[in-house]
């Protein structure tokens, strides 16, 4: 089969594997703008940097827009087992945790399988629940924290344990909601308790957080490759720029933004090939809630009908092959295949989509899309590794893996912009809620809502609760 960009990709890939720039720019990232967690200096720092490379790189358009959104200032905490022993553990308390003191018996629920919380509701009502990592075996999709916190709480929880599945990696942090005391610790103290409550038979914990929650500023960043044709129609290529704030957030996510950057770079030294735009974004606050491409898609929305695809790459300059995750859009298989033939590189992809990254607020609004990684890998992914804990250093980052990222993306979207007719279909309402419900995530979407109508019966409400209750969200 005959690649019709041949010329091209050979440009393209030449001044990619020529080239260090995504590993300079993500040095940057990480050691002078360190996690970029909303709020912080190395938030806007990080967001002026990046908006002045990509006018280094020609778009010279290149901007950052600010909003507001519930932001967290983390405080030292603690956890102990005080009876029927005393022991003191190091910790941490999670995003977003309210700042208060909990003394209470300990339940273990291992990986927190979705049945567990309701067969052992008499058990888990007024105690602190200690969680797993860990996906529970036989589970047919990912159960993230935020659904194991969320069953917790409806269970009657009034404190709430993380335990990091993996050994030698610390505590794993994670946003929640502010609801209880809330906290990780890691895999070696967490087998402490576990061994303990198995050979006492009962122990009671104390947890003590001195956290706070407060509205914050952060940014999106955007900038156009500009396309030959007048046509409305562009397409979106982002990944989250915030990392957690114990951890520079190297692979997850700065290694998705150097390599959106990097796109932006190669794509507009061949912008006179290119027939609709590109936009390249680096979107904040992911980490605790999708904050920023629900702005986005709030603040643009009357243009989101013009985006032909949106390309989320959170994390994409990690290991592995670099393919597309479609979200349910069969009919582009033939133009995958198509492709992946002329890319000459692994290319993998399939079907499948979850509520957990900046891909979601785009595919509530009928906006074709698709995640870079590879969906094979995805598929027996036993979790985050060190991700989300203050190992996601730079130096778990090669160039080589920033070059395939960049390298298949960046084709990839060029033969997305340059079809003469896009197929990718734009899903009703009903037909995207269908295919959530038949991923399971429908019970996951309307957890927050089950929450929030039981802790309004409570008697009493911590302040940063009451906050969460009435907050109205701009989206």
Request: proline share 5%.
């Amino acid at each position: 089969m005959s690649n019709p960009y041949l010329d091209l990709d050979k440009k393209i890939v030449s001044e990619i594997y020529t080239s260090s720039e995504p590993m300079e720019n993500l040095k940057i990232l990480c050691d002078v703008y360190d996690s970029r967690f909303p709020g912080t200096p190395g938030d806007l720092g990080s967001v002026k940097y990046m908006v002045k490379k990509l006018k280094e790189y020609g778009i010279k358009d290149a901007y950052y827009e600010p909003f507001k959104i519930p932001g967290w200032k983390r405080g030292p905490a603690k956890v102990s087992i005080t009876s029927p022993i005393k022991h003191d553990f190091d910790c941490i308390s999670l995003p977003h945790s309210i700042a208060g003191e909990i003394e209470a018996k300990l339940v273990w629920l291992g990986e927190g399988a979705v049945d567990i919380y309701e067969k052992r509701k008499d058990e888990i009502k007024d105690s602190i629940v200690m969680v797993s990592s860990a996906n529970p075996p036989g589970a047919t999709r990912s159960l993230h924290r935020t659904e194991k916190f969320m069953r917790s709480i409806l269970a009657g929880a009034k404190g709430w344990i993380f335990m990091n599945q993996y050994p030698a990696y610390g505590p794993q942090t994670g946003g929640i909601s502010p609801i209880v005391p809330s906290i990780s610790v890691c895999y070696e103290d967490g087998m402490f308790l576990t061994r303990t409550l198995e050979r006492e038979g009962e122990v009671k914990v104390k947890i003590k957080t001195t956290d706070k929650n407060m509205d914050v500023t952060t940014y999106n960043v955007i900038g156009d490759v500009p396309g030959t044709t007048n046509s409305k129609e562009y397409l979106v290529v982002g990944s989250h720029y915030d990392g957690h704030d114990i951890s520079q957030g190297a692979v997850d996510p700065a290694s998705g933004a150097v390599t959106v950057l990097e796109i932006a770079r190669v794509l507009n030294m061949v912008k006179d090939k290119l027939k609709h735009r590109v936009r390249c974004m680096c979107f904040g606050a992911e980490e605790t809630g999708l904050y920023g491409s629900y702005a986005y898609t709030a603040m643009h929305e009357d243009d989101l009908k013009n985006i032909r695809f949106m390309l989320n790459l959170d994390a994409a300059g990690g290991a592995g092959r670099k393919g597309v995750r479609l979200h349910d859009h069969p009919e582009l298989d033939e133009f995958m295949k198509k492709t992946a033939d002329e890319l000459k590189s692994p290319f993998p992809f399939g079907h499948g989509v979850g509520p957990y990254s900046d891909h979601w607020p785009f595919y509530l609004k009928s906006v074709p899309c698709g995640s870079g990684g590879d969906i094979d890998a995805a598929r027996v992914s036993t979790g985050r590794g060190y991700g989300h804990s203050k190992y996601d250093t730079l130096d778990k980052v090669e160039l080589e893996n920033l070059q395939k990222a960049a390298a298949n993306y960046s084709r990839f979207l060029l033969r997305v912009s340059n079809a003469e007719k896009w197929i990718a279909r734009r899903k009703t309402k009903t037909e995207i809620d269908e295919f959530i419900k038949k991923q399971g995530y429908n019970e996951t979407v309307q957890l927050a809502d089950k929450v929030k109508a039981y802790v309004r019966t409570w008697g009493e409400i911590h302040p940063d609760t009451a906050d969460w209750l009435n907050r109205k969200s701009d989206w």
